[in-house]
């Protein structure tokens, strides 16, 4: 069993910056990749960044968002710049693992809101 933990969310007014953090743990051989998703209010889900062996990031947030991953920790980070308001989400951790077998793996969450 895998489990992945969020923290780092909050409230933060536009221009400001935050850093999420994910830790994965459990039955774990190796991490393919991490990345990070988010869902605002009535609309789907949808890719912030990735990195495995390559980065990929949503064009919505080149230039402010960094990923990053210690793979000794098994932890990937999201360090946030610039928020706008539209950045205000839910923002989950998402992992493709090999345990016993290989899978995809989600975080419950954090909540990230961007507001004066």
């Known amino acids: 069993q895998v489990q992945l933990v969020e923290s780092g969310g909050g409230l933060v007014q536009p221009g400001g910056s935050l850093r999420l953090s994910c830790a994965a743990s459990?039955?774990?051989?190796?991490?393919?990749?991490m990345g990070w998703y988010r869902q605002a209010p009535g609309k789907q889900r949808e890719l912030v960044a990735t990195i495995g062996g390559i980065t990929n990031y949503a064009d919505s947030v080149k230039g402010r968002f960094t990923i990053s991953r210690d793979n000794a920790k098994n932890t990937v980070y999201l360090q946030m710049n610039s928020l706008k308001p539209e950045d205000t989400a839910v923002y989950y951790c998402?992992?493709?693992?090999?345990?016993?077998?290989?899978?995809?793996?989600w975080g419950q969450g954090t909540q990230v809101t961007v507001s004066s």
């Open positions: 998402n992992a493709e693992v090999q345990s016993d077998y290989r899978g995809r793996y």
């Open positions: 459990g039955s774990i051989f190796s991490i393919y990749v």
